[in-house]
T-cell receptor, first 112, second 115 residues
Framework: GENVEQHPSTLSVQEGDSAVIKCTYS??????FPWYKQELGKRPQLIID?????GEKKDQRIAVTLNKTAKHFSLHITETQPEDSAVYFC???????????FGKGTHLIIQP | GAGVSQSPSNKVTEKGKDVELRCDPI?????LYWYRQSLGQGLEFLIY????????KSGLPSDRFSAERTGGSVSTLTIQRTQQEDSAVYLC?????????????FGSGTQLSVL
């Protein structure tokens, strides 16, 4: 089955700086790559997703890039703010019965 | 309801007892998922329902775990003879289209503690 590796496990950045979280996947048939944000004590919520027919997608301060050849994708957050502090999960799916396979998460800490 | 609802929000049980966790998906959502989140860990996929059927049950950790969905709506995850390693947050999610390539709406989870 699919295996998703996520790095780093913890990332601390100064407020206003950029943050980058990277994920790799193993199944070349995967074609959907969402990112979920989970604030402390709350449920995961989708923040952005990308499908395999595009290489990059942006939504305000958040962007995701996908390299199908290398089987990796990344989340980029620019001009970080305190409310960006959370655990971020990447995931991959090929649309079958296996569901989404999640990475282990990155704890993003925004330092004031 | 407006979102995915799970009950109970917290469950403390003794080792060896059976527990039932309930999930009410968003009305009209055909796909329903169960995930397990252990402390400081990622989201472990357990099972996926398309309507009332589960195409693949291989994600369930052991034969002590079972799940069902009736009427294309409510789902119940049952853990028999609970063990301490079953302690985790059990999250349910639903999606509207029934494929696994789309946005999931998560519930708040059930925190299970096995003493």
């Amino acid at each position: 089955g699919e295996n998703v590796e996520q790095h780093p496990s913890t990332l601390s950045v100064q407020e206003g700086d950029s943050a980058v979280i990277k994920c790799t996947y193993s199944d070349s048939a995967s074609n959907y790559f969402p990112w979920y944000k989970q604030e402390l004590g709350k449920r995961p919520q989708l923040i952005i997703d990308i499908r395999s027919n595009v290489g990059e997608k942006k939504d305000q301060r958040i962007a995701v890039t996908l390299n199908k050849t290398a089987k990796h994708f990344s989340l980029h957050i620019t001009e970080t703010q305190p409310e960006d502090s959370a655990v971020y999960f990447c995931a991959a799916s090929k649309g079958g019965a296996d569901g989404l396979t999640f990475g282990k998460g990155t704890h993003l800490i925004i330092q004031p | 309801g407006a979102g995915v609802s799970q009950s109970p929000s917290n469950k403390v049980t003794e080792k060896g007892k059976d527990v039932e966790l309930r999930c009410d998906p968003i009305s009209g959502h055909t796909a329903l998922y169960w995930y397990r989140q252990s402390l400081g860990q990622g989201l472990e996929f357990l099972i996926y329902f398309q309507g009332n059927s589960a195409p693949d049950k291989s994600g369930l950790p052991s034969d002590r775990f079972s799940a069902e969905r009736t009427g294309g709506s409510v789902s119940t995850l049952t853990i028999q003879r609970t063990q301490q390693e079953d302690s985790a947050v059990y999250l349910c999610a639903s999606s509207s289209q029934g494929t696994t390539n789309e946005k999931l709406f998560f519930g708040s989870g059930t925190q299970l503690s096995v003493l």
